[in-house]
């Protein structure tokens, strides 16, 4: 005899596999968006954190600009005041230069020599003046020489004149005016 089995066995099993089947794909599914999530709001997480960090070291960058700025204030004023010390300094030492300088040049004037002018430009001095003789102009230019304020002595012009011009009541017959030119040395000393 043959028997036939009514009941849909396979369909059945094939029915309760598909069902296990889509039960495991749906667990799947929710297990990839529940791993898609944790991932994501980890992600987000360190996002912000980041986010953090940057908006953190953006205000202590803006910190040390200013700092930085403050630093280039006190160097550009540093760099001003130790110009005026400089300038200070110079002057202090130029004080007594002139003073020495003239003091000397009073010292080795002979007697028979007046100076008429005196004019500084830089380091270059020019000097008029009139003497009883041309040796006394010699003398004069020898002690500029050997001064250790004036060097490079030069005699650029020498004219007689007759002293009746120049003085009344004069003992000579003619004077000597001159002008000449001598460059000034601060001494080391």
Same mark, same amino acid.
Do not use: C
């Given at each position: 005899?043959? *028997?036939?089995?009514?009941?849909?066995?396979?369909?059945?099993?094939?029915?309760?596999?598909?069902?296990?089947?889509?039960?495991?794909?749906?667990?799947?599914? @929710?297990?990839? @968006?529940?791993?898609?999530?944790? %991932?994501? $709001?980890?992600?987000? %997480?360190?996002?912000?954190? /980041? $986010?953090? =960090?940057?908006?953190? /070291? &953006?205000?202590?960058?803006?910190?040390?600009?200013?700092?930085?700025?403050?630093?280039?204030?006190?160097? =550009?004023?540093?760099?001003? /005041?130790?110009?005026?010390?400089?300038?200070?300094?110079? /002057? &202090?030492?130029?004080?007594?230069?002139?003073? =020495?300088?003239?003091?000397?040049?009073?010292?080795?004037?002979? *007697?028979?020599?007046?100076?008429?002018?005196?004019?500084?430009?830089?380091?270059?001095?020019?000097?008029?003046?009139?003497? !009883?003789?041309?040796?006394?102009?010699?003398?004069?230019? *020898?002690?500029?020489?050997?001064?250790? #304020? #004036?060097?490079?002595?030069?005699?650029? $012009? @020498? =004219?007689?004149?007759?002293?009746?011009?120049?003085?009344?009541?004069?003992? !000579?017959?003619?004077?000597?005016?001159?002008?000449?030119?001598?460059?000034?040395?601060?001494?080391? %000393?």
């Amino acid at each position: 005899m043959i *028997r036939i089995n009514l009941l849909p066995v396979k369909q059945a099993q094939k029915r309760s596999l598909g069902q296990q089947q889509i039960i495991l794909a749906v667990i799947a599914i @929710v297990a990839v @968006v529940a791993l898609l999530y944790t %991932s994501n $709001e980890r992600e987000r %997480s360190k996002i912000s954190g /980041l $986010e953090t =960090k940057v908006s953190d /070291l &953006k205000t202590e960058l803006s910190k040390l600009d200013d700092l930085i700025g403050d630093a280039e204030e006190v160097k =550009k004023r540093e760099t001003e /005041l130790q110009k005026k010390l400089d300038v200070i300094n110079k /002057l &202090k030492a130029s004080k007594t230069g002139p003073v =020495k300088m003239l003091d000397e040049l009073s010292t080795i004037l002979p *007697r028979k020599l007046w100076l008429t002018s005196f004019k500084i430009g830089g380091s270059m001095i020019q000097l008029s003046g009139v003497a !009883v003789s041309n040796k006394d102009i010699a003398v004069f230019m *020898r002690n500029l020489e050997s001064s250790p #304020f #004036f060097t490079g002595v030069k005699l650029k $012009e @020498v =004219k007689a004149h007759s002293a009746q011009k120049m003085a009344k009541g004069a003992d !000579v017959e003619f004077l000597s005016i001159f002008k000449m030119s001598v460059k000034y040395v601060k001494p080391s %000393s």
